[in-house]
């Protein structure tokens, strides 16, 4: 069984092809479905207004004019239909961390394997230097994430600080923190005189402390965090029921 790698950085990032490279070097069977271009930032977004073109670039891999949700999708559904038991995606260049899972690709991209027969992995390196950390990060919790029974619609979301792999304080599981609201968006102009936007960074970390996914980062290590893709608020549905049933 082959393991089906995505990213939103664009099929010619360098973290995914690290990711490739690392993972055929110890063993494993990949094939990659990846958007031809940078789609950070797409979340779960399926394109849905104009067909998807397929690039067939070297074996195995194939690039999308779409989302990474569109490339997953289209990679477990028909171009490796039943041949993969699970998505990795990444090795993002920048983290994925607290409230950034909303927004995230990279994360997308790995919820959409969500239906194979082994839990989706999302990877991420907190910069854009030691992708090789990430990838043998990667390698050696591998054969662990085989011993967990997750429920289904579980993710597990690594991120990796950027540092040798040798100046790694060590893992921790964690759960995930939150950041302040992002500045406004941008007022400019182009060239034409027409105004434009650019969406602002994202937030400060608000929630920071012991056990979150931020704090984590900040002290060297590595996290990792079990995702749910329920939604659901379950400590509040027996309230809601109370207000709206009376």
């Not at 239906?115 to 992708?131: I, Q, R, W």
């Not at 980062?217 to 207000?243: C, F, N, Y």
Request: proline share 5%; hydrophobic share 35%.
């Amino acid at each position: 069984m082959k393991l089906m790698l995505s990213n939103d950085d664009g099929v010619h990032a360098p973290g995914l092809r690290t990711l490739r490279q690392s993972l055929e070097q110890a063993g494993h069977t990949t094939c990659v479905v990846a958007p031809d271009r940078d789609r950070s930032g797409a979340s779960n977004s399926l394109t849905l207004d104009r067909p998807l073109h397929p690039l067939h670039l070297d074996e195995g891999i194939i690039s999308i004019n779409g989302t990474p949700t569109d490339c997953v999708h289209l990679g477990i559904n028909t171009f490796y239909k039943d041949q993969c038991e699970r998505v990795i995606s990444g090795i993002n260049a920048g983290a994925n961390l607290g409230d950034d899972v909303i927004y995230s690709g990279t994360v997308a991209a790995a919820m959409e394997g969500r239906f194979l027969e082994k839990t989706p992995v999302a990877v991420s390196l907190c910069g854009k230097s030691h992708f090789a950390t990430a990838a043998r990060v990667l390698l050696e919790l591998l054969p662990k994430l085989e011993q967990l029974q997750l429920p289904a619609n579980s993710i597990i979301n690594i991120n990796v600080p950027d540092l040798a792999y040798e100046e790694l304080q060590g893992i921790e599981v964690t759960r995930l923190g939150h950041r302040h609201k992002s500045d406004n968006p941008v007022l400019t102009t182009n060239p034409r005189g027409k105004e434009c936007y650019w969406i602002s960074a994202a937030g400060a970390f608000a929630d920071d402390g012991p056990g979150t996914d931020i704090h984590a980062i900040e002290q060297g290590k590595v996290s990792v965090t079990p995702i749910a893709m329920d939604m659901t608020q379950h400590s509040t549905l027996q309230r809601v029921t109370e207000v709206l049933e009376n």
